[in-house]
């Protein structure tokens, strides 16, 4: 669980990546998933890997992305054994389940190199409103917390002589009941608590409240964009 | 006899959390590991019940190594009750929370029904039988937790952090209670932060920092250590600080009566 996290989870670097703006990545990821709902042969395919890729290693996020392809393939083998099976071709089955691990991974790319506070003032940009925008932030931000609470819980009841590995599929889903009761019980109090940790400090006396931080384009962001941009157009009009 | 020989850990994420430890705990000790958030104390543990196995080295208990046991095979012997109650109360009733772990290692019912008996009345939770343990205060969530896990009767004891969140009447029976296991042959450590309680209790000591182990020794011998106390960030008992106050160094009474008496033999000499 903790390798397919990591996966997801946004560690602090100092990358060209993550020093970008974050619209900037919001956008080269939402082209990437674009192409990869898009695109229909293996030579378009390749050139979405091969530009996950580059960002990955600009990124320096090269081996945590490639966790959350491993995590993808397993899904993907299923995609492709169904598709193969229901009659498709062998190749289009092929591209279907690499479409699906191309898709997790431009996803994966935003969430590895933006932070919580970034994804906030994107959010924002939007404006979206600003409750909706934190609620979504702050479950984005738990991600990690409540990850090592289940590692917690799940080391507690082992600890008590629970073998989640033995016995058929129904009393291996049973067995999860002491491993979900207190997670979520511990979630819901501490949802409550952040509630009042937040009210306390004054959260929502404001309508309109200020931020200490703006987001600016700077000349690095507008290059990125105008490559992606063009490379993107290129592949909608001329490339599949 | 718990051993750990060379053992070292590294984390998935690649950080080293143990390094190169070299131990021997004792039968029927108790056994105190201190040091700073992060040390290691938790990963070093969780190598006695199996939840972590070495990345490098090996950990044996009474010879055997726990590499080729399971966590629930390890844990027959080894319980251990962790920090946070909430992380392990999940049962409707405190019956089936404390039955949880009996019913796990398959005894049979009689066995089952006698140790339930012993646990509720050892622990005073008879009038919470029925009772969720989510809706306990803090010190009797504890109490469920610390009879959940004695209830199958382990050698050895690991107790994470047990005197969090406990006022000092817990804390009494806490260390009543710790007596009383060691008295009865068990093994125990503890993992805290207390001082004052390690103090009263007089455990081996285990000094960790950045994943080693830097000192083993007696509480008075490492307390009165301000250079070790300062590396694991950790400050001396209160009857520690005021007998160094007074030039004293060296046999430092334990308790706060003995303290008293020697402080007025102090003033009348």
Request: glycine share 14%; charged share 25%.
């Given at each position: 669980m903790y390798f397919i996290a990591n996966g997801f989870i946004y560690r602090k670097s100092n990358s060209i990546i993550h020093k970008l703006d974050p619209r900037v990545k919001l956008l080269i990821s939402i082209q990437l998933f674009t192409l990869a709902l898009l695109v229909s042969n293996l030579y378009n395919l390749a050139i979405i890997f091969i530009a996950i890729s580059i960002f990955s290693l600009l990124g320096k996020i090269t081996k945590r992305l490639l966790r959350t392809m491993i995590f993808a393939t397993g899904f993907s083998a299923l995609i492709l054994i169904i598709n193969y099976f229901a009659g498709y071709s062998l190749v289009y089955s092929i591209q279907i389940a690499l479409r699906f691990i191309a898709i997790v991974c431009s996803t994966s790319l935003f969430f590895l190199v933006t932070s919580p506070d970034e994804l906030e003032y994107v959010l924002r940009w939007f404006r979206l409103p600003r409750d909706l925008v934190f609620a979504f932030v702050t479950s984005v931000r738990f991600v990690p917390v409540i990850l090592m609470d289940t590692l917690q819980i799940i080391d507690a009841q082992k600890s008590r002589?629970?073998?989640?590995?033995?016995?058929n599929p129904i009393i291996r889903i049973k067995k999860f009941i002491p491993i979900l009761v207190p997670l979520i019980i511990n979630e819901v109090i501490r949802s409550g608590e952040l509630a009042e940790a937040m009210e306390s400090r004054g959260?929502?006396?404001?309508?309109n409240p200020t931020s200490l931080y703006s987001l600016q384009l700077i000349k690095q962001d507008l290059i990125v964009m105008f490559i992606t941009s063009i490379s993107f157009i290129s592949i909608i009009f001329f490339g599949y | 006899m718990i051993e750990f020989k060379q053992v070292s850990y590294n984390h998935p994420?690649?950080?080293?959390?143990?390094?190169?430890i070299n131990l021997k705990i004792k039968k029927n000790s108790i056994t105190a590991i201190v040091g700073n958030n992060g040390a290691g104390k938790t990963t070093l543990v969780k190598h006695i019940n199996g939840l972590l196995k070495p990345s490098e080295g090996e950990v044996t208990i009474e010879n055997n190594s726990?590499?080729?046991?399971s966590v629930a095979e390890l844990s027959r012997n080894v319980g251990m009750v962790f920090q946070n109650a909430n992380h392990q109360l999940f049962a409707d009733t405190v019956k089936n929370e404390i039955l949880f772990g009996l019913k796990n290692f398959g005894f049979d019912q009689d066995y089952i029904d006698e140790r339930y008996e012993l646990m509720t009345d050892l622990f005073n939770l008879r009038k919470y039988?029925?009772?969720?343990?989510?809706?306990?205060?803090g010190g009797e969530k504890k109490k469920v937790c610390l009879a959940s896990v004695l209830a199958w009767n382990p050698e050895i004891l690991i107790l994470d952090e047990?005197?969090?969140?406990?006022?000092e009447l817990q804390k009494n029976i806490l260390f009543e209670f710790i007596n009383t296991l060691h008295s009865n042959n068990k093994t125990i450590i503890i993992i805290s932060h207390d001082i004052e309680f390690l103090w009263r209790l007089q455990p081996n000591i285990i000094t960790m920092s950045d994943g080693r182990i830097i000192e083993i020794n007696h509480p008075e011998k490492i307390f009165t250590d301000k250079e070790l106390m300062n590396k694991v960030g950790l400050i001396p008992p209160q009857i520690i600080k005021i007998f160094n106050g007074l030039g004293i160094e060296k046999d430092?009474?334990?308790n706060l009566e003995d303290a008293c008496k020697r402080i007025q033999g102090l003033m009348e000499e």
């Open positions: 002589g629970l073998e989640l590995e033995k016995g959260y929502g006396i404001s309508k | 994420g690649g950080t080293n959390a143990l390094d190169n726990t590499k080729k046991s039988e029925e009772i969720s343990p989510l809706k306990l205060s047990p005197t969090v969140g406990q006022d430092i009474p334990i």
